[in-house]
């Protein structure tokens, strides 16, 4: 797979402090990388690299597999941290001013104001926007040039869940709809992971994992659930030692029972425990979500 | 290096802070007009005119307020982060302040321009134009010419300072500071000079202000003054452009 951005062995350095240590990551064509780590792990700064606001101590960049970079860039599109935008310009300034900058067309204004659901601002000025609109508008600067591949530092920060929504609808169109690749950071995982193909997550400057969504959602079935009349709740314990032959199980303090083998085989748990007179009022996969897996993967690492 | 020019020219164009400096400036000159005016009604012995304003139209008495509007111009792209959108782009950092150091040059020669056609005007309504002495319109035209170049020399150093500090107000009061303080700076390095080496150096003939004042007050300009000028205005804006640039490829963008 083409990887539209590829960093090798990229380490940042401030005074005595490695920011980044030794990163080699790599964001494939058609990807909503989701960028996880803590404050301070490095994503701002690994970000600030690889478009160029950031000299790297060591290591090497890749824009769409070329090393020269500052003509590759011109197809990449950016937002870091907080919408850079000019306040006291009306939104159609804005990216006029990033139309002429570009050498291109005015008359795509119009096209990507309506894309991002601001054709409507008429004469308002950028800075009577509220936080969501001002950073769609960030993003819609990012659009001019149609770059093929977009990065999105923290472009949640600060919104309302009805403006995080808007920003994961617009990303999510932008991936499907215009082939654009997305790098995105973020805090918000819950949403990340709404949006997500493939995520890296960075720990102390280094990237500690790559994974992709499938398997994501692969590791993060942690068990079963089984949920059963608290009358049954001995027996079928009993059950689980004899004839599974694990104790690999808890019970919850509502008498449920959190079964950590067999994972794969929810069906032949059911009918063991069906032919053994128990009725099962519920059983499911006990699935952890981006945000358990993420403090799981850091947890160990501190 | 085209785009990015006609880019920072679209910025300048919408920004009110030009247009506020500049009728800043008018208002300034439109005031020294009135306070000649109050003179010469007071004292008969006196007299002004419409071409002996044309010498002094130019000057440096907008300084001031050209370094506020480069200050905004330049600090405010760090300030909003938009330095960010064409740093991110096909250009160097070198092109980058060139195109900001041209544009700041293209605002300065404006607000002059402007402050100098109203105060000629305005003087030769209220004093009437008089009769210039042979080749006196030619010479007045050199001394503008010497003026208008050594106040962008003043203006390189404003885009500088604003690329030094990143921000609007700092590098207003930054500038300020420099325009206030650099003949005093200049003669506190001539006494050091004298004391320490026994070397008589007048730093500050060489500073653009000093020169300006020279101009206007000169008869006529004369070679010695305008060497002066042109190679103190050439060292302060290759100096300036060359650290401005330095600073900026050497410095990560926040």
Redesign the interface.
């Known amino acids: 797979m083409e990887c539209v951005l590829r960093t090798t062995g990229l380490s940042k350095k401030f005074s005595k402090k490695l920011a980044v240590n030794s990163v080699s990551m790599c964001v494939e064509k058609g990807d909503i990388y989701g960028f996880i780590g803590k404050n301070g792990a490095g994503k701002t700064t690994l970000i600030r690299m690889a478009v160029g606001l950031a000299a790297p101590t060591e290591g090497s960049i890749e824009l769409f597999g070329s090393t020269n970079l500052t003509v590759n860039r011109e197809k990449v599109g950016t937002v870091i941290e907080y919408p850079a935008i000019y306040p006291n310009m009306t939104a159609k300034d804005n990216l006029t001013v990033q139309c002429k900058l570009q050498t291109v067309d005015t008359n795509v204004i119009e096209g990507i104001l309506d894309l991002v659901g601001l054709s409507d601002t008429g004469k308002k000025k950028a800075k009577n926007f509220s936080l969501g609109m001002k950073q769609r508008l960030a993003i819609a600067t990012s659009l001019v040039g149609d770059p093929e591949f977009l990065i999105l530092d923290e472009p949640t920060n600060g919104l309302d869940p009805e403006g995080i929504k808007e920003i994961r609808v617009l990303i999510q169109k932008l991936n499907q709809e215009r082939k654009i690749t997305v790098l995105i950071s973020s805090h918000i995982l819950g949403e990340l992971s709404k949006l997500a193909t493939r995520y890296g997550i960075i720990h102390n400057g280094q990237l500690i994992e790559e994974f992709t969504e499938e398997e994501l959602r692969e590791r993060c079935k942690s068990g079963i659930v089984i949920n059963v009349h608290k009358d049954d709740v001995e027996k079928c314990t009993a059950i689980l030692r004899e004839e599974l032959k694990t104790t690999n199980f808890k019970i919850g303090v509502d008498g449920v029972i959190h079964l950590y083998d067999f994972v794969e085989q929810t069906g032949m748990v059911n009918q063991v425990l069906a032919k053994n007179d128990i009725i099962v009022n519920s059983i499911s996969a006990d699935e952890s979500d981006l945000e358990d897996y993420f403090l799981k993967v850091i947890g160990g690492r501190k | 290096m085209k ?2 020019m ?2 920072d020219l ?2 300048l164009k ?3 802070y030009l247009y506020g400096c500049t009728i800043g400036s008018v208002l300034l000159r439109i005031f020294i007009i009135i306070i000649m005016y109050s003179v010469l009604q007071m004292d008969d012995s006196s007299s002004a005119s419409g071409y002996e304003i044309l010498s002094k139209a130019i000057g440096s008495g907008s300084a001031l307020l050209v370094s506020i509007a480069i200050s905004i111009f330049v600090g405010a792209e760090f300030g ?11 250009f ?1 950092r070198t092109r980058i302040y060139m195109s900001k150091l041209l544009v700041s040059f293209i605002a300065t020669i404006c607000i002059l321009l402007i402050t100098a056609v109203v105060y000629v005007l305005l003087g030769t309504i209220v004093f009437g134009w008089g009769t210039p002495p042979d080749g006196y319109i030619l010479d007045a035209i050199a001394k503008m010419g010497v003026q208008i170049y050594l106040n962008l020399a003043l203006s390189s150093m404003f885009v500088m300072v604003a690329i030094l500090i990143r921000q609007s107000a700092g590098s207003i009061a930054i500038n300020i500071c420099i325009l206030q303080f650099a003949g005093l700076v200049a003669q506190i390095c001539s006494l050091a000079f004298d004391k320490l080496f026994h070397l008589t150096i007048e730093f500050s003939k060489y500073l653009p202000s000093t020169i300006i004042s020279d101009t206007v007050d000169v008869e006529k300009l004369t070679s010695e003054l305008t060497i002066r000028g042109l190679v103190a205005g050439a060292v302060i804006i290759v100096l300036t452009t060359a650290f401005g640039i330095f600073s900026l490829q050497k410095r ?3």
């Open positions: 785009s990015l006609a880019s679209f910025k919408k920004g009110k909003f982060g938009t330095i960010k959108n064409s740093a991110t782009k096909a160097s990560d963008i926040k």
